[in-house]
């Protein structure tokens, strides 16, 4: 609704300065409304062509594309967006140029509107036709001014332009943070069906209320705010609570050890920032109120041979998931499984079994790689920074 008044108060005021000048040029109340009322649909037209230009240059440089919006009259946000793999060849060339897309098409339009009316031979022509090309060339040069929203032109083309290396590796953890959330799903199925005595018959419980809104806050991938920190710690309070229900208390633990484990991970081997011991201690924690329920329960124990893993332990962890199959069901599950036991494989030296099993996982390309990574590294990566030393 913000946007739609937005656009709508543009308009407007685009209508009044449109109709005054074109009064003042054409001395005719009839052509300057005329005059003002055409540049004002121009402004409209210029937001369809903005997106037509990025949707064509993402199709000539093959970039995935995954949603276009296009609805300039009823307020919605127009967008082409695309996806495209972190290791396609040129990729910040190909992502400059996607961005540049949409703003050259309104300053060419731009160029030929001013082209055309100098041929025309009436003033009421010659003036809408330049109204249209102020627009649009306004509409092109102010999507180039960087800004702070990450659905702006000229803030993501800057962003390329002047860390590249950051920006594909950002786009690399917006791929991992879905098979985050996806395997945060498949535990969530799971955990309903083991815990589904005391979970149900307590449904309007407050600690389940502020998990089902943090899981729905997660798949709409609000997964970086402060906010959520803030509600993932008070959902973790909720966990050690006594009074709290221990199907719910479990629930919330897996959820949570689940979400942060895999984000420590990937701090640790793909930035090279190991997780401070604290937060390590919170997630075994964690891990241990998911599995006081059922701990043979597989989501039970994938989050405590996660927890086992970032505490250096691999040797436990991989001792929790000896029995996993490849292709057994759940399957997300049991990928995800899979594959942690490839990274505990990794580090105890079993560099040949952690090969069959990132092999047989699949499903999970982004996490595959992460243990493709800890079986490439020698030594392996540090999951915990050492503690400090005493006076230092």
Known sequence: MKLRRRLVAVSLLLAVEATA???LVTESVMDAIVAAGLTCV?????????????????????LPV????VAPFNGWRNEVSVRPSPSMTALPLRMVLFYLGGPLANLCAATALVVASASTGTALTRLTLLGAAFVGALLGLTN???????HSDGHNLLR????PAAAREGLRAGYYQEEVVRALRAVARAGGDVHRVGIQARDGSDPLLALAAYQQR???????SADLVEEAERLAALARAGGTDPAAAAAIGQMLSLQFGMWYLYAAVVTGAPVERREVR????LARIAARTQPRALSARIVMSLAHLLNQRPEDARSLLLDVRPGAEPRDLCAVALLLRAAAESYLGNHAEADHLLRAA?????????VAAIRAADPAPPMFAPAPMAGA
């Open 282 to 285: 919170e997630i075994s924690e």
């Open 160 to 163: 390329w332009l002047r860390a």
């Open 362 to 370: 699949g499903g999970y390309p982004q996490l595959a790689q992460l």
């Open 42 to 62: 121009s402004l409209w037209l210029h937001l369809v062509l903005h997106e037509c230009g990025h949707l064509v240059v993402a199709k000539l440089l093959r």
């Open 218 to 224: 997660l798949s709409a991938g609000h997964t970086q």
């Open 21 to 23: 000048f074109a009064l």
């Open 144 to 150: 180039l001014v960087p800004g702070r929203s990450t």
């Open 66 to 69: 995954i949603a276009v919006r």
